[in-house]
């Protein structure tokens, strides 16, 4: 890209060089002309004026008049001959040879009479019809016509040379400095690649394209990193999480095994070993979910209906529950509020919500006005709100954000059961709803309040 | 009751082969979607047990042919895919229940039974009856020894399905996916409070309990011990 910054400064530098130059000779031709004719029309006009004097002037008297306007001062130019060629008045010494075959005349050189020899200088001429028996040649100096001419073709010469030099410089400088910007970025990349993923594109504070292109891909690194620290968390507590449960699977089959009690002892510990084998099932199957749902794949089976009337259901299904607990249940949702959602994954999050109220509840030594979970679903300013509130124990303000991620079980309920992917899968079947979750404070306790967009209106 | 077994992995097949013939029923086995399909298209069977991810023809190709071919033997699917999308795309290909991996014996058992029963044509029966228990489909009123018991909606779809399925095992998931209509994780046991309190209904107050756990499996409703 470099480079090409430099071709392009280079291109352009080149371009506007033709076109000036283009410009300029135009000009400069035009200007030649423009005095070349001018000369030509004056020779003509006193070449009619002396043809016209002649009439009736005898050699002599032409002669002296020739003379005359031969001695005064300026460009002007005379020769007057008989027919023989010999000289007979004018500051011309002899005819020219150029001129001998061009009977309308031309550009011809000739010596000035008080010049270095060896000088000649440049002029045109004409003939001048002045009579049979003699010929008259008139013509100017045009010496400084042409002086001033070199001139400008000089000036012009230094002018684009000057400027050709400057934009090859700019351009070379440009190119440099976007080069080694841009090694810098390789640079990065590279040593990124080595496996420093931490490793950033310095930016120059000019605030220009690079810079943009510098801090986007600074945002693709950070996303990256984050995504890749996320993974290495999953992995991490996939190992504590999944292989702990497993080892104690593998400990009581051991244990059976080596129980003197022999059939009973085997029944015993076959049977923990299926109740351990199926909540390994269960924390494997949540798992699969939130990384399904976090690859966003379940759009086939968004369906439109009526919220309200699932949370209600779902909560219903946990009265008996809470009431086992010696909780009150208090279920509110209004009618109405229609959303375009997984009806199923919905489901999973109000019954994650409800259990994880329940269970959080239930241990508390509270009075009997506390021992309340709160389940309930509203539209508020376009979108629709899922609210479950416990009596527990709540999550510290800065736990809260945490308690959303896999795996992440705060050590206070390390040891009550469940998997730990609660509030993660209800996170999860948020985001897929282009909806949110939030922890509040519910003083004392927790409230989740998860809110969804609500469907357009039906057509 | 006669069953064919589609399923590429040889211990899991041999398993539940054992397993169903141990339940009094038979079970063919096919290794591969091609020989399944042909098997199926020429034999009888009850209920086919098809996996989803097979050699040569993916299980729910299989299960479209045969229902382009207006086959319409029960299919209980099997697959490792349990997202919510693949559960839907199963039964779109015809299949009448789905299954995800891992599973218990038990849970497949019952569902293949429940599975086996609804391909009878059921004449319309508005009244169930289990020993002294009557529910009428018509009146909703449920009564045990001719004394009415009140029930709540949800209670009574409860017995409901319990009694249409009575004297066979009914897993809890069942439970949800049928009385719910939920396929989803309930985390705790929920079905197991509210069969509790289906059963002080029901059967507080007599000798004879007619609602059962069967352990390790789900419920039962059966006139007599289980």
Redesign the interface.
Known sequence: MGTQAFRLAAASAAAFLIVSALIVGALFLQTNTLLTDHVVEELHGEAAELARESQGLDTEALADKIRQRAAATGTGLYLLTDANGKKLAGNLPEFPAALAESPTGGVFRYPRAGDAPGIERLAVAIPADVGHDRRLLIGRDIAEQVEFAARVKRTFLWGFGALALAAMIAGLAMGRSVLSRIEVINATSRSIMGGDLSRRIPLSGREDELDDLSQSLNGMLDRIEQLMNGLREVSDNIAHDLKTPLNRLRNSAEAALRDPRGADAYREGLEGSIEKADDLIKTFNALLLIARLEAGVVEETAERFDLGRLVHDVAELYEPVAEEQGLTLNIETEPGIEVRANRQLIGQAVANLADNAIKYSAGMDRPLELRVVAVKARAKSGFAEICVADRGPGIEDKDRERALRRFVRLEKSRTQPGTGLGLSLVAAVARLHAGAVRLEDNDPGLRVVLTLPLAPPSP | MRVLVIEDDRETAQFLQKSLKESGHSADLAGDGETGLAMAQSGTYDILVVDRMLPRLDGLTVIKTLRTEGNRTAVLILSAL????DR?KGLRAGGDDYL?K?Y?YTELLARIEALARRAIPEEQETRYAVGDLVLDRLSHRVTRAGEAIQLQP?EYRLLEYLMKNAGQVVTRTMLLENV?D???????N?ID??VS?LRSKIDKGFDKPLLHTVR?AGYMVRDGAV
Not at chain 2, 82 to 85: K, L, W
Not at chain 2, 182 to 188: I, L, S
């Open positions: 349990g997202d919510v999308d839907v995800t891992p218990a949800r719910w939920y396929h989803f994780d309930p985390q705790t929920v409070v509210h309190r390790g």
